[in-house]
């Protein structure tokens, strides 16, 4: 197979991905319709690196890791951390409550590592899940190593319509306290009204004009390598994941004015990364034979199952201790099973469904968006990625 032809096929699938969760308002994810033509295509004629073929090594695919997740760090606000520490706090008790429930339960009836490699990948996306198969797959766990990217791609289905029945019972319940005169616009949300900061303070000298893609590609691969060296600087007192340092520069780099945020889209590059490595991702199915795929059912139903009862459980005391409700204490809980741009799609149809009133409409966008947004940010950007590099270490 050629290359080209090899990259045309992929891609497609990636589009097939796409329009299908674009008809059905992200109920059926994208990740999900991919995977599943990846899964046929590697059961019949795709040749078992059609991926490498395409162009995407492994190389090049770290290059990329190192990329997105040093970009992830430069789209953290700490001033909208700071307005939605109750979001947080949720999110985090959340986490706490699918690491409880599945080390409780689960570890009884999957084993330890199966639990271990599930975690992360249930409260992340596709670098926890990536960090998690890799080491599965280096500790010899083939089986493991597909159960990852497995767990990553069906988790949403439990996210989903969860999170959609949550918010339209707290949309309902706000709608009815605003029309009844109880709150109004100024008595809802977090947003942060302050004057956006001034980006790339360290370059005032520097005209606009020399702020090339190239530059912008630069300055991320160096705080990329940057944090490479200092986790390997810190291996023989503290092993911390090269990727986890990576989020932490990024937060770093953007504070003190070395990168602006988002620079990977400014530098018209975010699109392809991410195509590169949902297709790395997907590569990972190669190893999944029909009968692996039977075997992982009862782990992957039951990890899912037992982790979001254990999220309801905690998400709700800690919702109790600071008085939100639970059904928004809920929702924000369960971003960890999809992350961003899910949660925002999520919360705007239910917006969309509940009233077409631009006040009304202005005053459920205000409470629920930011704290959805935030605690997406907080589960599947931050903490999925620090678990990974803690749990891949277990393996």
Known sequence: MSQMLALSMLVFI?????VIAIRTKAWIPSIFISATLFLVGYWTFFPANIVELSGIHSTVAVMLIYLLITNMGTLLSLQELINQWKTILIALAGILGIIAALFAIGTFLFGSETII????????????????SEGAADAGL???????????VMQGFAGYPLTAVML???????????R???????????????SPVKEL???????????????????LAFVGYLAYQVSVWLAPYIAIHAFVLCLLFGVIATSVGFLEKHPLKKANGFGFAIMGLMLYILDGLKKATPDMMVELIYPLIGCIVIGVAGMYVFSLIMGKVL???KEMAFAVSLTALYGFPADYIITNEVINSLTQDEKEREVLTSHMLPPMLVAGFITVT?????LAGIFVGFL
Do not use: C, H
């Open 180 to 194: 009844n005169g109880e709150i109004n616009e100024k008595q809802v949300g977090n947003r942060d009204e302050s």
């Open 323 to 325: 008085k939100v409700s």
């Open 168 to 178: 339209k019972k707290e949309g309902k319940r706000l709608l009815q306290q605003f």
């Open 14 to 18: 990636l589009f097939i991905g796409d």
């Open 382 to 386: 931050i903490v999925s990625v620090i």
């Open 117 to 132: 490699v599930a975690i992360p990948p249930l409260v992340g996306g596709l670098v926890s899940a990536l960090i998690m």
């Open 142 to 152: 083939p089986s493991l190593a597909v159960f990852a990217i497995v767990i990553y």
């Open 201 to 219: 303070t360290l370059f005032n000298w520097m005209p606009e004009k020399y702020n090339t893609e190239f530059f912008k590609f630069f300055r």
